[in-house]
């Protein structure tokens, strides 16, 4: 967060940590932040989690963790969460190694209780063992690439 008090000098804001920290989860290796949400990815943590933190929910003007997400069809070693991507109340999810050929899940935040669900799981039509479909994922208005 940008200090007024110090110019153009960025502090640290919050320390987001994994509620049961493993340094082989990966937790970090992929982030989004989008106003006052913060996604973030650990695709080693079995099929992989994601783990999405909210301004205020930790107190006053400070980050605590609101969700966390899995893949519902996910199977050890899918690396969910390896990709991540915010857009509104959209959240992309990569799983690049989902069935050898990789998958994207989009998840949607119901506007009234705040929950994330599934929308949508999306393979490529022609993929092949090895794509690794979603190992990038991105989202502007309601186009995903």
């Known amino acids: 967060m940008r200090d007024p008090a110090v110019g153009s000098a960025f502090l640290p804001r919050a320390r987001l940590v994994a509620p049961t920290p493993s340094e082989s989860a990966g937790f970090g290796e992929a982030l989004a932040v989008l106003g006052d949400v913060i996604a973030i990815g650990a695709p080693n943590a079995g099929a992989g989690e994601v783990y999405l933190y909210g301004r205020h929910a930790g107190g006053t003007d400070e980050f605590g963790q609101t ?30 190694s989902a069935d050898g050929k990789g998958r994207v899940y989009l998840f949607a935040r119901n506007s009234v209780s705040g929950n994330w669900s599934v929308l949508k799981e999306i393979e490529a039509v022609d993929g092949t ?6 190992a990038s994922v991105a989202l502007v208005g309601d186009l995903l690439a």
């Open 67 to 96: 969700a966390k997400l899995l893949a519902s069809t996910g199977a050890p070693g899918d690396r969910f969460g390896g990709a991540v991507a915010l857009e509104a109340d959209l959240l992309a999810v990569g799983a690049r």
């Open 129 to 134: 063992v090895g794509d690794e479909f979603g």
